[in-house]
């Protein structure tokens, strides 16, 4: 938030959210969770292929010519602080379309940046230590108390060539427009988007980020498909952009095809559920066709 903005209204927006997760946290605690719109296949999905299916939140399933990748991995019914026996903190609005036990076994963990809703413990316990992990810097040490022993730190701009019992591929830090802060005083953690490439493929996944010119510099070659999230930007567009940004951004990386993510799954800002779809779908009025994924459980092939 602006530090010019009038006092009032940064303590009226501050009290309006935090009512906000008191509903969230008690009133609403009762509320069914609604299923995924569809519920995708992995073990039909061929290796020959790069097929990607949008589990919910930031959490996308990729199958990169036989590398299993899965991004920022949340599929409990709340994310928070974790306290024996219950989470403090919102409440899923769409249920994931996979849960744990219906993924394939999984070579790559991404992990963009340290919030809450991008890096769930609870959910990261669940694998073994055969899955490789790539985080952001200063953000290995969250990950003490899991079974995972291959965890690489990336800055922005460095990249690995990470070898998994399905195959080599590259993986390069890209810096974004976010903070990577888990509570109020580490500050030092950093955050990232990732440039995963294979066999002369592309893919960005941008985990949060605003409003950024930094996707100009990967446009060449190709960017074959781009993840990008479409919302949380009422009031936070500070630090998330608006789906007509999202579409600038993956306009100015060069992107064939845009994944829209970070929306329908949990409230965490003011607007409405369809809006940042709605708004996504008009920026792409000419161009129906880059958009691969709409709904939560949909399933998208690459055309190679």
């Keep these: 938030m602006e530090a010019r903005e009038r006092p009032t209204l940064r303590s009226s927006r501050v009290r309006r959210w935090l009512g906000h997760l008191f509903r969230e946290w008690t009133t609403e605690s009762w509320r069914p969770i609604a299923p995924a719109f569809a519920k995708p296949r992995p073990t039909t999905w061929s290796d020959a292929q790069v097929t990607f299916a949008w589990i919910g939140h930031a959490t996308v399933l990729i199958n990169f010519l036989a590398v299993k990748i899965l991004t920022d991995p949340v599929l409990f019914p709340r994310i928070g602080i974790r306290l024996p026996g219950f989470t403090i903190g919102p409440k899923r609005l769409t249920a994931p379309a996979l849960q744990f036990h219906e993924l394939p076994p999984i070579d790559l963990i991404l992990l963009s ?5 991008h890096l769930d413990l609870r959910t990261l316990r669940c694998f073994g230590k055969s899955t490789t992990v790539v985080t952001a810097r200063a953000t290995r ?9 291959n965890v690489t730190e990336l800055d922005w701009g460095e990249a690995k060539t990470l070898k998994t019992a399905t195959g080599e591929i ?57 993840i990008m999230p479409i919302g949380a930007y009422n009031p936070w567009v500070q630090s998330h952009c608006t789906p007509e940004q999202a579409v600038e951004m993956a306009n100015a990386a060069g992107a064939r095809f845009i994944i829209p993510v970070h929306h329908q799954t949990f409230r965490l800002s003011f607007e409405p559920f369809r809006e940042p779809i709605e708004r996504f779908e008009a920026a792409l009025g000419k161009t ?13 092939v690459l055309p190679l």
């Design 170 to 226: 590259n993986v390069g830090a890209l810096p974004v427009n976010h903070w990577g802060a888990r509570k109020q005083r580490d500050t030092h953690r950093s955050y990232n988007g990732y440039l995963l490439e294979r066999k002369g493929r592309r893919i960005i996944f941008t985990g949060d980020t605003a409003m950024t010119d930094s996707f100009a510099e990967i446009r060449r070659p190709a960017i074959d498909v781009a």
């Design 113 to 117: 940046h340290a919030h809450f809703d």
């Design 141 to 149: 040490d969250l990950l003490r108390h899991t079974r995972f022993r």
């Design 288 to 300: 129906p066709e880059r958009i691969a994924l709409r709904e939560i459980g949909e399933t998208f």
